[in-house]
């Protein structure tokens, strides 16, 4: 894949044309095998950490934005934020779809998934008995939270648009598409909860505070959701445990994201002056999108 031109640093006041367009992909699972990347369960169940933490994570996203809309004072902000929310309905759905086709070939993702709906429900859900100013500050919490994860969830897709690596292992192709198809969507739309959360509140320790939360819980939901799926995994039956060791190889061959990039990522938000659209490029998003299977199937329907 070609890699990406370098975006201007400095952030656009407003995102004069951004139209965030909700694609209804559709995907053919009944081909998938259950180690995806071949003969390389550890990588495979990595990046199967998407499934496990995106369905509710995204319908989360989702809720928090809807009561972030009665809050929004400018009109371009507004309607991107429908356009977010349009999207990130159909990235859940089809994340889910991969869940059910695990439990289909003998992998039993809900116990993990019980539990991720527990946190985002009841952990960093809407909050009973609050004032109104209290609601208010609650809303706008949990948006700066969704801005820091969007933040690493735009460098991931970010990553599978320079991906080359998974194509030389001969990862299946159709969820290859989904990897590529949703990065794209989220390097399309990386700007607009950070833009929401300035809307709402231009405080610089706001910003902190979300990646302080979000940052170290992320970390934590993946590496509990690589040990899940490796011992819930019918074919492996315990055998592999994860490593770092093996994470760093891993991102070596291209098949996974380097950890330290990761990091120098999460470091990158906290900069004062930055802004999301110093990261990726919205041209070669856009470019995947027009070439993508199934967005182009979408658009035909």
């Known amino acids: 894949m070609p890699r990406p031109t370098a975006p201007s640093t400095a952030p656009p006041a407003v995102h ?20 995806w990347i071949p003969d390389e369960p550890m990588a495979t169940h990595t990046i199967n950490v998407l499934h496990l933490l995106l369905p509710e994570g995204e319908r989360w996203f989702i809720r928090v934005f809807k009561d972030a809309l009665p809050m929004i004072r400018d009109e371009q902000l507004r309607e991107e ?60 919490e949990r948006v700066a939270f969704v801005a820091a994860i969007e933040h690493f969830t735009a460098f991931l897709g970010n990553w599978a648009l320079n991906s080359p690596g998974l194509d030389r292992a ?6 290859l598409d989904l990897l590529r198809w949703h990065g794209a969507e989220e390097v399309e739309h990386r700007s607009v909860a950070f833009d929401l959360m300035g809307h709402l509140d231009p405080g610089y320790l706001r910003r902190v505070r979300g990646m302080a939360v979000a940052g170290p819980l992320l970390v934590h939901l993946w590496v509990r959701g690589v040990r899940f799926l490796l011992a819930a995994d019918p074919v492996l039956q315990g055998r592999i445990r994860p490593t770092w060791r093996e994470a760093g190889l891993n991102s070596r061959r291209g098949l996974l994201p380097d950890p330290v990039r990761s990091i120098r990522s999460g470091l990158r938000y906290l900069r ?14 856009l470019g995947y999108l ?5 967005a182009r199937r979408a658009a035909t329907r």
């Open 16 to 35: 004069d044309s951004l139209v965030l367009e909700p694609r209804d992909v559709r995907f053919d699972w009944s081909q998938l095998p259950l180690h």
């Open 81 to 140: 934020v429908l356009g977010f929310i349009g999207q990130e309905s159909i990235h859940a759905e089809a994340h889910q779809e991969v869940l059910d086709h695990l439990l289909t070939q003998g992998l039993d993702p809900r116990p993990y998934v019980r539990q991720v709906n527990w946190l985002f429900h009841r952990v960093l859900g809407e909050k009973t008995g609050l004032t109104a100013r209290q609601r208010r500050e609650n809303t706008i």
């Open 170 to 175: 001969e990862a299946d192709p159709t969820m």
């Open 272 to 285: 004062p002056g930055y802004h999301p659209t110093q990261e990726g490029s919205s041209s070669q998003a």
């Open 290 to 294: 027009a070439a993508s299977p199934a």
